[in-house]
């Protein structure tokens, strides 16, 4: 059966991957595979990973993570997305892009759109709140702007594969069995989850996790693969640590161009506080906007699909 067949009549030709599986796990089985990935795969990664950058393992719990630490902990996601693929590869008999790589067509497109949605969702609430004088600027690291740049690399990583196990391969295995709403919420439930224990969480933090899952399932439902919110995680993570130097769901980082943070006085409603940008209620509006457009952009997709 071609791609073409086999993904016609589907609200999104990213759901069809799945058909392509000679073995098709189900949502529960799949569920257990994405936790036991997450929690052995980025394990051994890190145990591999910290030796060779040079990093105590200690040190990748701890708060803020200068350089080498935060490459180890990023890069050790490796680990994860080695895992699933063995398992899609030898257990469910499919090609690993069939997650959400194919088709393989406007890739560059795709990806530049990612990272420019990413910048200008995000540059509204910095923006606003350097404008108000909730933000101010700390100090200008031009001598970390090459340490900053080799950190987009272990983003890519990291965001990628945090993309493949919920967007790509959750929603892939609990379409089949339960239907589209159940794997939208059930992504969403586990990326909130993923997130939620991260340090100085909050509740308009959940609030916007929450919208940042939804927005990127419907963004990649409506593209039809993984490529663009690929893109778009890993620009928007490496934008607040490396770029602004503010904390990522919690996590500092040593490395960045700039140091952004609360002036004195300022609201934790608008900044974020600890957890960081993804904390702010200016955040919430403009994930949301972001996520009603996904939405619109999918219908509008799958009614032309299903024709």
Same mark, same amino acid.
């Given at each position: 059966m071609?791609?073409?067949?086999?993904?016609?009549?589907?609200p999104?030709?990213l759901?069809?991957?799945i058909g392509?599986?000679?073995?098709?796990?189900?949502?529960?089985v799949g569920?257990v595979?994405?936790?036991?990935?997450?929690?052995?795969?980025?394990?051994?990664?890190?145990?591999v990973?910290?030796p060779?950058?040079?990093?105590?393992?200690g040190?990748?719990?701890r708060?803020?993570?200068?350089?080498?630490?935060q490459l180890?902990?990023l890069?050790?996601f490796?680990?994860?997305?080695?895992?699933?693929a063995?398992w899609?590869?030898?257990?469910?008999?499919?090609?690993?892009?069939?997650? !959400?790589f $194919?088709?393989?067509?406007r @890739?560059?497109?795709?990806?530049?759109i +990612? &990272?420019?949605v #990413?910048?200008?969702?995000l540059?509204?609430?910095?923006?606003v709140?350097?404008l108000? !004088?909730? $933000?101010?600027?700390?100090? @200008?690291?031009v001598?970390?702007v090459? +340490? &900053?740049?080799? #950190?987009?690399?272990?983003?890519?990583?990291?965001?990628?594969?945090e993309?493949?196990?919920?967007?790509?391969y959750?929603?892939? @295995?609990t379409?089949?069995?339960w239907?589209? &709403?159940?794997?939208?919420?059930?992504?969403a439930?586990?990326?909130s989850?993923?997130?939620?224990?991260?340090?100085?969480?909050s509740?308009?933090?959940l609030?916007?996790?929450?919208?940042?899952?939804?927005?990127?399932?419907?963004w990649?439902?409506?593209?039809g693969s993984l490529?663009?919110?690929?893109?778009?995680?890993?620009?928007?993570?490496?934008?607040?640590?490396?770029v602004y130097?503010?904390?990522?769901?919690?996590?500092?980082?040593q490395?960045t161009?700039?140091?952004?943070g609360?002036?004195p006085?300022?609201?934790?409603?608008?900044?974020?506080?600890?957890?960081?940008?993804?904390?702010?209620?200016?955040?919430?509006a403009v994930?949301?906007?972001g996520?009603?457009?996904?939405y619109?952009?999918y219908?509008?997709?799958?009614r032309?699909?299903?024709?």
């Amino acid at each position: 059966m071609s791609t073409a067949q086999s993904d016609q009549g589907l609200p999104s030709a990213l759901l069809g991957g799945i058909g392509r599986a000679r073995r098709p796990s189900g949502p529960v089985v799949g569920l257990v595979v994405v936790v036991v990935c997450l929690v052995i795969g980025q394990t051994a990664g890190a145990l591999v990973l910290a030796p060779v950058f040079g990093v105590p393992i200690g040190a990748l719990a701890r708060g803020r993570a200068y350089l080498a630490a935060q490459l180890a902990m990023l890069f050790s996601f490796l680990g994860v997305v080695g895992m699933l693929a063995l398992w899609i590869r030898i257990k469910e008999r499919r090609p690993f892009g069939s997650v !959400g790589f $194919f088709p393989a067509s406007r @890739v560059g497109a795709h990806l530049g759109i +990612g &990272a420019a949605v #990413a910048v200008v969702l995000l540059g509204v609430p910095v923006g606003v709140n350097l404008l108000s !004088g909730q $933000f101010d600027i700390g100090a @200008v690291h031009v001598a970390q702007v090459g +340490g &900053a740049f080799i #950190a987009l690399i272990g983003f890519a990583v990291q965001a990628s594969t945090e993309e493949v196990i919920t967007r790509g391969y959750l929603m892939q @295995v609990t379409y089949r069995k339960w239907g589209l &709403a159940a794997a939208v919420v059930l992504q969403a439930v586990v990326f909130s989850l993923l997130h939620g224990i991260n340090p100085n969480v909050s509740a308009v933090a959940l609030i916007n996790i929450l919208l940042i899952a939804l927005l990127l399932a419907f963004w990649a439902l409506a593209e039809g693969s993984l490529w663009g919110v690929c893109a778009f995680h890993a620009v928007w993570n490496w934008l607040q640590g490396n770029v602004y130097g503010i904390e990522v769901s919690g996590m500092g980082v040593q490395t960045t161009m700039l140091s952004i943070g609360g002036s004195p006085g300022s609201a934790e409603l608008l900044t974020g506080g600890g957890f960081g940008i993804e904390a702010s209620l200016l955040t919430t509006a403009v994930l949301a906007i972001g996520t009603a457009l996904a939405y619109f952009a999918y219908r509008r997709r799958a009614r032309s699909a299903t024709r």
